[in-house]
């Protein structure tokens, strides 16, 4: 099946510290997305990109979408403590009917050290 | 800020029972969606629904799932008889048109004894 393999799967990093993580796939998305997940919640939108090259931020965060669609990296600056969690990316694959559905990768689990 | 609502946050259930998870999408979304996560796992797809009636599923959607949209606020996810391996949080999920990014309700932690 498709996969989206992240990394580091997990990172230690002291606050201030900026953090980079990647996320390749060997299918072709149109649509990445990024989700940041804390514990007990739902996954929170944190940046979507639409186009291969894009280059997008938000705040402290900032992400770019692969030329070849195979890949997305996802760099936070200056990390503070409430930057802990699961950080997911997702492809959007269609689906039937105007549908899509996201398929989604195996996590980064940030902790920051104050 | 509109956001997606799910009930129960936790249900603990025996195998072999009915449960239902129950969802209120943001209100003017059209397309809806169910994924399971797994403790320790990745969030995977489940079912896609869409007009009053599944648009895709994935090959976790079997016989034992349905989904309904009863009224025009709720939306849910029926297991009819529950297995240990259904243990997992359940994420139902919202947009407004189909390409448009899916915004996730906070989930129901559901266990299997």
């Known amino acids: 099946g498709q996969q989206l393999n992240q990394s580091p799967q997990s990172m230690f990093i002291q606050e201030g510290e900026d953090v980079s993580m990647n996320c390749t796939s060997s299918s072709i998305f149109n649509t990445w997305l990024w989700y940041k997940q804390e514990p007990g919640e739902g996954p929170v939108l944190l940046i979507a990109?639409?186009?291969?090259?894009e280059l997008t931020s938000n705040g402290r965060l900032t992400a770019q979408f692969g030329i070849t669609r195979k890949d997305s990296f996802l760099n936070i600056s200056a990390s503070i403590p409430s930057d802990v969690g699961i950080y997911f990316c997702?492809?959007?694959?269609?689906?039937?009917?105007?549908?899509?559905?996201?398929?989604f990768g195996t996590g980064t689990r940030l902790k920051v050290l104050a | 800020e509109p956001e997606v609502t799910q009930t129960p946050s936790h249900q603990v259930t025996q195998m072999g029972q009915e449960v239902i998870l129950r969802c209120v999408p943001i209100?003017?979304?059209?397309?809806f969606y169910w994924y399971r996560q797994i403790l320790g796992q990745k969030v995977e797809f489940l079912v896609s629904?869409?007009?009053?009636?599944?648009?895709?599923k994935s090959e976790i959607f079997d016989d034992q799932f349905s989904v309904e949209r009863p009224d025009g606020s709720n939306f849910t996810l029926k297991i009819r008889s529950t297995k240990l391996e259904d243990s997992a949080m359940y994420f139902c999920?919202?947009?407004?048109?189909?390409?448009?990014?899916?915004?996730f309700g906070p989930g129901t932690r559901l266990t299997v004894l």
């Open positions: 999920a919202s947009t407004e048109s189909g390409a448009n990014e899916q915004f």
């Open positions: 209100s003017n979304h059209l397309y």
């Open positions: 997702a492809g959007q694959r269609a689906g039937t009917s105007g549908t899509y559905k996201y398929i």
């Open positions: 629904f869409y007009n009053n009636e599944i648009s895709e």
């Open positions: 990109l639409y186009k291969a090259g």
